[in-house]
């Protein structure tokens, strides 16, 4: 994988708990870009670093199936993948068949840290958190721009593992509503890491500074 990945990758990882690569980030660059992708995974899962693919996949039948191959157990094989169920419930099955036979996980887009989240995905809420409750390898994509939904979810959904992003620059900054007794959720700086060199001069510094200070900010919250 490119330089700058594997010190971002070195300089970061004592301070997190699993790394959360964006697949359009890496699309972007065509047929070059997900080869990196594919070396970045391959790297961090040898190294013993859980990889979770912020994907957003979500698809009928077959093109779900292929999807899925794609992530679990196929050339992008992670940890975890983010899916997007608004094409309807029955479309979560063959990501949970898939992970499942890899022993993997699926985190469905339940509430985004985006301002017009609300606008069809509050009327999809019931059932969506019906659907997570009942399967334990279903996790919940939680904005961490809202906390009061964050909070309100969390209540409803006790046993399940949140990813959250929107913490740092998109605004996130108050986690502890995600929190249940001190676990329960994954919280995600990506641009407040990457860029924090933007103003500092030295950019590893820079990086390893911001990652230890999203970790101590994250651990007062699951404390508090």
Known sequence: MPAFLREVVDLTAEYAACFKPNVAFFERL???GLAELARL???LRARGL?????AKRGDIGSTAEAYAAAYFGGPFGVDA???NPYLGLDTLEPFRAAAAAEDAGVFIVLRTSNPGAATFQQPAEAALV???RSE?????????????????LRAALP???FLVPGFGVQGGDDVRPFFLRGSGAIVNSSRGILYASE?????????????????????????G
């Open 136 to 152: 334990p390898a279903f996790g919940a994509v939680v904005g961490a721009t809202d906390p009061a939904t964050g909070g309100r």
């Open 159 to 161: 046993d399940t593992l």
């Open 50 to 54: 859980p990889v979770i693919a912020d």
């Open 199 to 223: 103003r500092r001069p030295e950019w590893r510094d820079a990086v390893r500074s911001a990652a230890q200070a999203a970790h101590a900010t994250i651990e007062r919250a699951r404390s």
């Open 30 to 32: 065509g047929p070059g």
């Open 81 to 83: 993948l983010t899916v």
């Open 41 to 43: 995974i391959a790297d």
């Open 130 to 132: 019906d659907a997570i």
